[in-house]
């Protein structure tokens, strides 16, 4: 477990586990500028390892959102309105790269960005303050080692600094269990097969509204000067094999 005690959490872990990642999985909570930026925190390793990112965004309806679908217009249009509503709008350089780094593996296709609506159990969208309160993440390496993390907390600087927040992270090699259940929460997820939330493609126009971030040369700031190797060809596991054997990283870097 990591608390504020422990210092900076993104020198802590994100950074140490993503210079071994092939696979990042990742929960949150919305679709902007600054969620999408923390989300984002450390994975230039995984870039310089030929990984890939697959990322599930909370979208949270308003009352006469709901009462729109419910008088027949449909989720997709209510969902490309509400988030073409809200444009991402970076507040600092540090945020802007972010965006831009996130574009650049969208156009790459080595980021896969969906979007999850709260339902009822009828599958019907309901209107929420808030989808993914528990940030969540599985990080895998080449051999097949997992570690995954979970944590009701405020990622920001502000937050991990004033608020008593704390971050939870499980290894496959000691609690397998806790990995495998993490792993199949974001595959649930991520094949819209949860009980109450619906999953789909980001709408185009958001997709676009993240592109609009693009690099004007051939890299983005947070990867200039660095190698940047060839994606993996293998295929993106709906949930991760069980670890094949000792991994020289992800076990030294927790």
Request: proline share 8%; aromatic share 6%.
């Amino acid at each position: 477990k990591y608390t504020p005690d422990n210092g900076d959490l993104v020198k802590l872990l994100y950074q140490p586990l993503l210079e071994c990642a092939v696979r990042y999985d990742r929960l949150t909570g919305y679709f902007s500028a600054s969620a999408l930026a923390l989300a984002a925190r450390g994975i230039e390793g995984l870039m310089l390892n030929g990984g890939r990112m697959r990322m599930v965004v909370g979208c949270t309806l308003q009352q006469p959102e709901v009462d729109a679908i419910e008088k027949g217009e449909t989720l997709r249009a209510q969902v490309d309105r509400h988030l073409a509503a809200s444009p991402l709008n970076p507040t600092d350089p540090s945020m802007t790269d972010a965006l831009e780094l996130l574009a650049w593996l969208v156009a790459q296709g080595r980021l896969e960005i969906r979007v999850g609506i709260p339902c009822d159990g009828k599958r019907r969208p309901i209107p929420a303050e808030g989808l993914f309160h528990e940030k969540s993440g599985i990080v895998e390496d080449k051999t097949g080692d997992r570690i995954a993390f979970n944590g009701s907390l405020n990622e920001t600087e502000a937050g991990w600094k004033r608020n008593w927040e704390s971050l939870n992270v499980f290894r496959s090699w000691v609690e397998p269990e806790r990995v495998v259940q993490e792993d199949e929460n974001f595959a649930v997820l991520w094949n819209d097969k949860a009980k109450h939330v619906i999953t789909m493609d980001v709408p185009a126009a958001l997709r676009d509204d993240l592109l609009r971030f693009l690099p004007t040369s051939d890299l983005p700031a947070r990867l200039k000067k660095q190698p940047t190797p060839e994606p993996t060809e293998e295929p993106v596991p709906e949930t991760a094999p069980a670890s094949t054997g000792p991994s020289i990283d992800l076990r030294k870097s927790v």
